[in-house]
Nanobody, 122 residues
Framework: QVQLVESGGGLVQAGGSLRLSCAAS????????MGWSRQAPGKEREFVAT????????YYAASVKGRFTIARDNAKNTVYLQMNSLNPEDTAVYYC???????????????WGQGTQVTVSS
């Protein structure tokens, strides 16, 4: 089992930045690919970004590429999502997830955090 706890969400104005963190516990963190997904009200959960166990490979959704950066610190068992140039369409609950391999498909991840709300005002 892997336990994931997200933090760092909040309210920000359009054009602003936030950094989300996800602390993991339970098993060897570097064995897992980590991903971020988000779910807006009335919409399906969508993939945002993923990073491989050693951090060498990353993928991003087209909607966030160039604005968001995923990174991990295996010594701290933490993955981050730096979000810049935020716009109201980024408003959603953001979820951290862990899985056996990098994937751009949200449902392929095995473990999920409880989510953190990000709200971007116009």
């Amino acid at each position: 089992q892997v336990q994931l706890v997200e933090s760092g969400g909040g309210l920000v104005q359009a054009g602003g930045s936030l950094r989300l963190s996800c602390a993991a516990s339970g098993r060897t963190f570097s064995n897992y690919a980590m991903g971020w997904s988000r779910q807006a009200p009335g919409k399906e959960r969508e993939f945002v970004a993923t990073i491989s166990g050693r951090g060498r490979t990353t993928y991003y959704a087209a909607s966030v590429k160039g604005r968001f950066t995923i990174a991990r610190d295996n010594a701290k068992n933490t993955v981050y999502l730096q979000m810049n140039s935020l716009n109201p369409e980024d408003t959603a609950v953001y979820y951290c997830a862990a899985g056996g391999t990098v994937s751009t498909t949200a449902r392929r991840y095995d473990y999920w955090g409880q989510g953190t709300q990000v709200t971007v005002s116009s």
